[in-house]
């Protein structure tokens, strides 16, 4: 019987000889392939944290003691341990999060997955404990490239203010985040990881003096009480200790005697501990191995013997935003990228790769990033920091006040926006059309295809007063969505077939195909309809009042949240232009949005075309004071015989 199968909890690691514990990690790893590459998930970053979620679960006593991730996508061993070993839909509606989840588990503390935030949760509950008057352990596992973000050093600076009260910091370096981490802390724990003498030294010098007579445990007192001069001489730690922070480690963390040993230390000292462990990310899979560029950080179905995905989509919006970079590149030598230690992910390697010198990875520090994007700016350049939607709300001061105050020309292209589905709600882009729209000046467009992906990009880097904003959703581009037409900056995407049409459908971003649908399914109603994309979404074209004013309803779909977003600046801005026309706008409500597909989640919150259509048509009937079941057979409804003003005719599609 394997041995993963009798796992129950935590506690059921208790029993096992050291032999049998490295059996169960290697069951884990096997079990982690299989499991993953059937589902996708993140499937490098767990195979190098088995030893070590071993070694925390045989010395902690979770739930009571709290482990927490960061990030939490290197939990999936922690579940495994700690009950939940259906990992047949990972990801899916139904299914494990990918992430830890506090519906899943009591285990599970933190589930947003936005880097760096454990240590500033470490030490509340760390002060909470010592409040309470509780003997809780609390243990902080960082890694995945975690110590880049600056938070993570703010609450360092307030964990080590207090000396005696016990928190310990697990380190999980892996040299990575996605790609291979950098900065000076990468440097720093690189030197640690060459230079790690000085522990073993100590040891064997102990264990000499404590037989030599007399002279022997003075000695090796007086070499301890000199151990600062000594250390940065073996092992330049002393940054970590000049914190007030004790330092164990470098340990080897595939090695679980090791690992308890220095994790029953840690657990024993009565104040904060650093625990430096490392690990290979990927570990046991020679595929995720021989994977340069982020040994398999995220995969989606692959085959479990070659590691080859299953199945090969078509050009995604992230492919499409990396080509015309790198022919921006090549036109533009003031372009420059930034990327947040994501430059995969986001599709910078291949500007990357042609053009070394002009890429910034800031690692894990998206404010950082910002502010240094706006210097960018000043000194002549015009930076393009390519960032997940959701990653870019932890930098909205610095779009503010560093970027947008300072009419800085600094395009941000905001990959993964609306609903991205299986990572769950911190992962949704679903916030940035709302808390962008407050930014003076800033312009933010939201294209509807690969083409307009191009277009609008170029048309963004012309800026050079504001900041830009190009957002885009995840996964494959469909086909190019043709305009018939243009009003102002607006494009018409369909033409209402009649001189007094009924809806003025306001298309948003990737929801252009199914705006159409809408329309058409209006249509058969009786319905006309007139749709638009703005391309650019705020601000609000000005083309826009005047061609609602000549529609009965004005109705805007995108896949960002209804609060504050592009609905609501349209609506203002009829009532600023003395339009008073019914509006309804559909998006996605404000909650947190459970993982699942993003068919799924849209089907789930109403915003599919069958959906909005019928609310529509409700809304048309009470215009004309029918009942919602009732229209007219013929294909007309009451609007077409009372409307007084027409639609002006639109300019031909342009190139």
């Known amino acids: 019987m394997p041995l993963l199968t009798r796992i129950r909890g935590p506690r059921d690691l208790d029993r096992l000889s050291l032999e049998e514990l490295n059996q169960l990690a290697e069951e884990i790893r096997t079990f982690?392939?299989?499991?993953?590459?059937?589902?996708?998930?993140?499937?490098?970053?767990?195979?190098?944290?088995?030893?070590?979620?071993?070694?925390?679960?045989?010395?902690?006593?979770?739930?009571?003691?709290?482990?927490?991730?960061?990030?939490?996508?290197?939990?999936?061993?922690?579940?495994?341990?700690?009950?939940?070993?259906?990992?047949?839909?990972?990801?899916?509606?139904?299914?494990?999060?990918?992430?830890?989840?506090?519906?899943?588990?009591?285990?599970?503390?933190?589930?947003?997955?936005?880097?760096?935030?454990?240590?500033?949760?470490?030490?509340?509950?760390?002060?909470?404990?010592?409040?309470?008057?509780?003997?809780?352990?609390?243990?902080?596992?960082?890694?995945?490239?975690?110590?880049?973000?600056?938070?993570?050093?703010?609450?360092?600076?307030?964990?080590?203010?207090?000396?005696?009260?016990?928190?310990?910091?697990?380190?999980?370096?892996?040299?990575?985040?996605?790609?291979?981490?950098?900065?000076?802390?990468?440097?720093?724990?690189?030197?640690?990881?060459?230079?790690?003498?000085?522990?073993?030294?100590?040891?064997?010098?102990?264990?000499?003096?404590?037989?030599?007579?007399?002279?022997?445990?003075?000695?090796?007192?007086?070499?301890?009480?000199?151990?600062?001069?000594?250390?940065?001489?073996?092992?330049?730690?002393?940054?970590?200790?000049?914190?007030?922070?004790?330092?164990?480690?470098?340990?080897?963390?595939?090695?679980?005697?090791?690992?308890?040993?220095?994790?029953?230390?840690?657990?024993?000292?009565?104040?904060?501990?650093?625990?430096?462990?490392?690990?290979?990310?990927?570990?046991?899979?020679?595929?995720?191995?021989?994977?340069?560029?982020?040994?398999?950080?995220?995969?989606?179905?692959?085959?479990?013997?070659?590691?080859?995905?299953?199945?090969?989509?078509?050009?995604?919006?992230?492919?499409?935003?990396?080509?015309?970079?790198?022919?921006?590149?090549?036109?533009?030598?003031?372009?420059?990228?930034?990327?947040?230690?994501?430059?995969?992910?986001?599709?910078?390697?291949?500007?990357?790769?042609?053009?070394?010198?002009?890429?910034?990875?800031?690692?894990?520090?998206?404010?950082?990033?910002?502010?240094?994007?706006?210097?960018?700016?000043?000194?002549?350049?015009?930076?393009?920091?390519?960032?997940?939607?959701?990653?870019?709300?932890?930098?909205?001061?610095?779009v503010l006040m560093d970027v947008a105050l300072h009419k800085c020309g600094v395009t941000f292209v905001l990959d993964r926006a609306g609903i991205t589905g299986t990572d769950g709600a911190s992962h949704n882009g679903m916030w940035d059309m709302s808390i962008l729209q407050v930014v003076p000046g800033l312009r933010l467009a939201a294209p509807r295809d690969a083409d307009q992906v191009r277009a609008q990009l170029r048309e963004a880097v012309e800026v050079t007063d504001a900041p830009t904003v190009v957002r885009f959703s995840k996964g494959a581009v469909g086909p190019a969505v043709p305009a018939v037409g243009r009003v102002g900056g607006m494009d018409v995407l369909r033409e209402p077939g009649t001189d007094t049409p009924d809806v003025l459908l306001v298309s948003v971003g990737a929801l252009a195909p199914m705006c159409l649908e809408i329309a058409n399914l209006l249509d058969q109603q009786g319905i006309s309809t007139t749709v638009v994309d703005p391309r650019w979404v705020k601000p609000v074209d000005e083309a826009l009042a005047p061609l609602a004013e000549k529609h009965r309803v004005v109705v805007t779909v995108e896949d960002n949240s209804r609060v504050g977003g592009v609905g609501s600046a349209i609506a203002q801005a009829l009532r600023d232009a003395g339009v008073d026309v019914p509006l309804r706008d559909f998006g996605i409500p404000p909650r947190f949005l459970d993982h699942a597909s993003r068919a799924e989640v849209m089907t789930e919150i109403g915003l599919t075309a069958p959906d909005i259509a019928r609310q529509v048509t409700g809304l048309v009937s009470q215009l004309d004071g029918l009942p919602s079941t009732r229209l007219r057979a013929n294909g007309t409804t009451p609007a077409a015989r009372t409307a007084a003003e027409t639609v002006d005719s639109v300019e031909p599609a342009r190139d």
């Not at 070499?223 to 470098?250: C, W």
């Not at 404010?367 to 393009?384: I, Y």
């Open 32 to 398: 982690l392939v299989d499991a993953v590459s059937k589902t996708g998930g993140h499937l490098g970053p767990n195979l190098g944290v088995v030893e070590l979620t071993i070694a925390l679960h045989r010395v902690f006593e979770s739930p009571k003691d709290k482990v927490l991730w960061d990030t939490g996508h290197q939990s999936y061993v922690h579940k495994l341990l700690t009950g939940r070993q259906d990992f047949s839909k990972l990801k899916m509606k139904g299914g494990l999060s990918g992430y830890p989840s506090q519906a899943e588990s009591e285990h599970d503390v933190i589930e947003n997955s936005h880097a760096s935030t454990v240590l500033g949760w470490a030490d509340g509950l760390a002060k909470a404990n010592e409040l309470r008057k509780r003997d809780d352990h609390v243990v902080a596992v960082i890694g995945d490239g975690a110590l880049t973000g600056g938070m993570a050093w703010e609450a360092l600076n307030n964990i080590a203010e207090a000396k005696d009260r016990p928190l310990v910091i697990v380190v999980n370096d892996n040299e990575r985040s996605y790609a291979p981490t950098i900065g000076g802390l990468a440097n720093h724990l690189a030197t640690l990881r060459t230079t790690d003498g000085y522990e073993r030294f100590l040891a064997r010098t102990k264990d000499l003096l404590d037989r030599t007579p007399v002279v022997g445990k003075p000695l090796y007192e007086t070499l301890h009480g000199a151990k600062k001069g000594l250390k940065d001489f073996i092992a330049p730690q002393g940054m970590f200790e000049d914190l007030g922070l004790k330092y164990v480690g470098p340990i080897d963390g595939h090695d679980i005697e090791a690992l308890e040993s220095a994790l029953a230390r840690a657990k024993r000292f009565g104040g904060p501990v650093i625990v430096h462990c490392l690990t290979e990310k990927g570990r046991g899979y020679q595929p995720a191995l021989q994977d340069e560029a982020d040994r398999f950080h995220a995969v989606g179905k692959i085959h479990p013997d070659t590691g080859l995905p299953i199945k090969t989509s078509g050009a995604d919006w992230t492919s499409v935003f990396g080509e015309e970079m790198v022919k921006l590149g090549e036109e533009r030598e003031d372009v420059v990228a930034i990327t947040a230690a994501m430059l995969q992910p986001v599709g910078l390697d291949r500007f990357a790769k042609r053009f070394p010198e002009r890429v910034f990875d800031v690692g894990i520090a998206e404010q950082h990033g910002a502010v240094s994007a706006a210097g960018l700016a000043h000194g002549g350049l015009h930076p393009v920091f390519a960032v997940y939607a959701t990653f870019l709300n932890r930098a909205f001061d610095q």
